[in-house]
């Protein structure tokens, strides 16, 4: 993408550094001198480019910004009484006229020295296949380095298949991951207890710089941004083949307590073997430190990824290792009354994918999906830790 910065420290010079250099048109990047007006006609040609950027690879819509041939020659800008209620006004075509919803786009106003402004609409490559739907028109859209193109039949089946294949490839990930861990091929020793395991995979996965870690996490507070989960910061840390790793050791095993993996694709691997340990021989699953510490630590982790280039959606996995016989406790390790004699009959949990579509939704609500299963396992009909409207109350 031309604009290799994030949206929100974009500013006039860096637009006019797109006329000098003379960057054309291309795949990612598409000029407009003035907004689309409100006939059907512009509407649905607005709808189209937006939709084929999220069909395609992404990219950035400029407006304002006069172009001969695809290329940028000035920078009028667009002379509105009021930039906020323009871009209300796309973000409100965009989401009535394309289907199913393209999570993460974001609209930034760059203001300009002429008292004008230009508007950026950041259209994020999408994991599903979107469709113009206006006024009775139903038609899909991708793009090539020429522009936008309708796609026909047989490119609107092989992209719902890709979709579908990038689905799968993320759900093999996990379970090749997870049968490694259980076969002890990981990247520390662990100990021989019960484990819980957080997957975080971007669905654009391949897209993600391979060589970030070198680049650009000398400068992160690693020990708290990647602590592993249920720990406040790391004891240890080391590049690896894989990417990035921060641990923490029992002293006296010296096998790893836990540990996290930033893998070179963007994607996250955190494991914990404490807050499952059988201390005294009970085997209770806490679920409010269970719960609040996911919910707690995704932000962390999305804003760090965010950091680094890696954009939503995502999947967030849960998995559970060794937890036959454990108990759902409601406060510390006190199990819930009502669940006193029902016991977890397995002793896998591989729990629901989640797909966060914008890093800064309400993780507690996507996320009550997969603490219902667990429960569930327990015999409840779902997580205690939720009221009836599905908002997280923990111990309240």
């Given at each position: 993408m031309?604009?290799?910065?994030?949206?929100?420290s974009?500013?006039?010079s860096?637009?006019r550094a797109?006329?000098?250099n003379?960057?054309?048109?291309?795949?990612?990047?598409?000029?407009?001198?003035s907004?689309?007006?409100?006939?059907d006609?512009?509407?649905?040609e607005?709808l189209?480019?937006v939709?084929s950027f999220?069909?395609?690879?992404?990219g950035?819509l400029?407006y304002?910004m006069e172009?001969?041939?695809?290329?940028?020659?000035?920078l009028?800008g667009?002379?509105?009484?009021?930039v906020?209620?323009?871009?209300?006004r796309?973000?409100?075509?965009?989401?009535d006229?394309?289907?199913p919803?393209?999570?993460g786009?974001?609209?930034?106003?760059?203001k300009?020295?002429?008292?004008?402004?230009?508007?950026?609409l950041?259209?994020?490559k999408?994991?599903?296949t979107?469709?113009?739907?206006?006024?009775g028109?139903?038609?899909?859209?991708?793009?090539t380095?020429?522009?936008k193109y309708?796609l026909?039949?047989?490119?609107?089946?092989a992209?719902f298949?890709?979709?579908?294949s990038i689905?799968d490839?993320?759900?093999?990930?996990?379970?090749d991951?997870?049968s490694?861990?259980i076969g002890?091929?990981?990247?520390?020793?662990?100990?021989?207890v019960?484990?819980v395991?957080?997957h975080?995979?971007?669905i654009?996965?391949?897209?993600?710089?391979?060589?970030?870690?070198?680049?650009q996490?000398e400068?992160?507070?690693?020990?708290?941004?990647?602590?592993?989960?249920?720990?406040s910061?790391a004891?240890?840390?080391?590049?690896?083949?894989?990417?990035?790793?921060t641990?923490?050791?029992?002293?006296?095993s010296?096998q790893a307590?836990?540990?996290?993996q930033?893998?070179r694709?963007?994607?996250?691997e955190?494991?914990d073997?404490s807050?499952?340990?059988?201390?005294n021989?009970?085997?209770?699953?806490?679920?409010l430190?269970f719960?609040?510490?996911i919910?707690?630590?995704?932000p962390?982790?999305?804003?760090?990824?965010?950091?680094?280039?890696?954009?939503?959606?995502v999947?967030?996995?849960?998995?559970?290792?060794?937890v036959?016989?454990?108990?759902?406790?409601?406060?510390g390790?006190l199990?819930?009354?009502?669940l006193e004699?029902?016991?977890?009959?397995?002793?896998t949990?591989?729990?629901?994918e989640i797909?966060i579509?914008?890093f800064?939704?309400?993780i507690a609500?996507?996320?009550?999906p997969?603490?219902?299963?667990?429960w569930?396992?327990a015999?409840?009909v779902g997580?205690r830790n939720y009221?009836s409207?599905?908002n997280?109350?923990g111990e309240?």
């Open positions: 031309p604009l290799e910065k994030s949206l929100e974009i500013g006039e860096d637009l797109l006329i000098e003379q960057v054309s048109e291309r795949k990612t990047i598409e000029y407009k001198r907004l689309h007006g409100n006939s006609g512009e509407i649905k607005f189209a480019d939709s999220a069909n395609a690879i992404g950035d400029i304002g172009a001969e041939a695809g290329v940028p020659t000035e009028p667009l002379e509105i009484a009021n906020d209620a323009e871009i209300l796309l973000e409100s075509s965009i989401r006229g394309v289907d919803r393209i999570p786009i974001r609209s930034w106003p760059v300009l020295q002429n008292s004008r402004a230009a508007i950026i950041r259209i994020p999408s994991w599903s979107h469709m113009v739907r206006f006024k028109s139903s038609r899909f859209f991708s793009r380095s020429n522009g309708q026909d039949v047989r490119e609107i089946r992209a298949l890709m979709r579908e689905a490839r993320i759900r093999d990930f996990r379970a991951r997870l490694k861990i002890g091929q990981v990247m520390c020793e662990l100990p021989n019960p484990k395991i957080l975080i995979v971007p654009g996965a391949s897209d993600v710089n391979p060589n970030f870690c070198t680049k996490l400068s992160i507070d690693f020990f708290n941004r990647l602590a592993p989960l249920f720990n910061h004891a240890n840390h080391r590049y690896n083949f894989d990417g990035f790793l641990y923490r050791l029992n002293e006296n010296r307590l836990c540990y996290l930033l893998f694709n963007g994607a996250i955190t494991l073997t807050l499952l340990w059988p201390y021989g009970r085997r209770i699953i806490p679920s430190a719960e609040e510490g919910i707690k630590v995704l962390k982790y999305f804003s760090l990824l965010q950091e680094i280039g890696v954009q939503a959606p999947f967030v996995m849960l998995s559970l290792l060794g036959e016989g454990y108990k759902m406790g409601v406060s390790l199990p819930h009354p009502a004699e029902s016991i977890i009959d397995r002793g949990l591989i729990l629901p797909l579509e914008e800064q939704g309400d609500r996507e996320l009550k997969a603490f219902d299963t667990v569930q396992s015999a409840c997580s009221d409207t599905g997280w109350i309240r």
